[in-house]
């Protein structure tokens, strides 16, 4: 069983950046996929970004350029640098993980993953 915690959500005007880390434990991270999600006011479920085992990395087309995912898996953690934040930003964002190796196509399905977090919020201001 992994745990999933978000923080680092928060109140920011267009234009700032924040930086979200999911810290996972109960188990060795460095063997899980991980990825982004996000839920906006009204929207579907929406993925963000993500981040292989293997460290293959897929971006959703709106935040190409902006956001940032990485891992530090001697602190089982992952992060998302997001910059030039957008009111259309403004969501709940979780973090997911699954043990093992997705490929690339299965890297942005929510069904993939088996771990999910609590969420945190991001608000971004105009």
């Known amino acids: 069983q992994v745990q999933l915690v978000e923080s680092g959500g928060g109140l920011v005007h267009v234009g700032g950046s924040l930086r979200l880390s999911c810290a996972a434990s109960g188990r060795t991270f460095s063997n899980y996929a991980a990825a982004w999600f996000r839920q906006g006011p009204g929207k579907e479920h929406e993925f963000v970004a993500a981040i292989s085992w293997s460290a293959t990395i897929d971006y959703a087309d709106p935040v190409k350029g902006r956001f940032t995912i990485s891992r530090d898996n001697a602190k089982n953690t992952v992060y998302l640098q997001m910059n030039s934040l957008k009111p259309e930003d403004t969501a709940v964002y979780y973090c997911?993980?699954?043990?093992?190796?997705?490929?690339?196509?299965?890297?942005?399905?929510?069904?993939?993953?088996?771990?999910w977090g609590q969420g945190t919020q991001v608000t971004v201001s105009s």
């Open positions: 997911a993980a699954v043990l093992g190796g997705l490929g690339y196509a299965r890297l942005k399905a929510p069904s993939s993953y088996k771990y």
